[in-house]
């Protein structure tokens, strides 16, 4: 598989706990965010976003938060199954569709 | 529907030499990016498609070339490989108006 787990922050969670992984964003003018998913050796996967307008948004299993005054958001995996391990990883855009930030990513692996 | 596909997979080259890399998409996306992966980073944009016929710099374009020919296709050029283009390249395409960008399972390049 590719190499990109080397030197990031690893979450361990047993099976079927909830997860929740975090991110700090740098800039206070971004209006849109996402989080994406990185099997090893793929391309990574849109999971969620969420708008600076609002500050929490479900989906299925997940949830994202954003807490403007801080800038950071978090991804939370309920009932956490041994393939959502992956690179996870947030997004930030500010201003125009080109201006996209992507963090270095937290790495969740699933215990059995 | 295939999404993204980039070609090759995987490649070495010694420095100074020169290849392209391959991307296409099936969705009918007019927007298609290049970024690169290294380790403990997170994703950069190196050169970007907003249509046919255009293309424009991103954050690290040194060293690479584009070309936008086809709707469909988005090749990367390096005319003269150095080490420090090794990395993990991947492709992305969106739709107009939406945030979500779609990626290509990478190219594994090694410069030695």
């Known amino acids: 598989g590719e190499s990109v787990g080397l030197h990031l922050p690893t979450l361990s969670v047993q099976e079927g706990d909830n997860s929740i992984i975090n991110c700090a964003y740098s800039?206070?003018?971004?209006?849109?965010f996402i989080w994406y998913k990185q099997e090893s050796g793929k391309g990574p996967q849109f999971i969620i976003d969420i708008r600076s307008n609002m500050d929490k948004r479900q989906g299925q299993r997940v949830t994202v938060l954003l807490n403007k005054t801080v800038k950071h958001l978090s991804l939370q995996i309920a009932a956490t199954q041994p393939g959502d391990s992956a690179v996870y990883f947030c997004a930030e855009n500010a201003g125009g569709y080109q201006k996209v930030t992507f963090g270095t990513g937290t790495k969740l692996q699933v215990i059995p | 529907n295939a999404g993204v596909t980039q070609t090759p997979k995987f490649r070495v080259l010694k420095t100074g030499q020169s290849m392209t890399l391959l991307c296409a998409q099936d969705?009918?996306?007019?927007?298609m990016y290049w970024y690169r992966q290294d380790p403990g980073m997170g994703l950069r944009l190196i050169h970007y498609s907003v249509g046919e016929g255009t293309t424009a710099k991103g954050e690290v374009p040194d060293g690479y070339n584009v070309s936008r020919l086809k709707k469909q296709n988005f090749l990367l050029g390096l005319e003269s490989a150095a080490p420090s283009q090794t990395s993990v390249y991947f492709c992305a395409s969106r739709m107009g108006r939406s945030y979500e960008q779609y990626f290509g399972p990478g190219t594994r390049l090694t410069v030695t």
């Open positions: 800039n206070s003018a971004s209006d849109y």
């Open positions: 969705m009918n996306h007019e927007y």
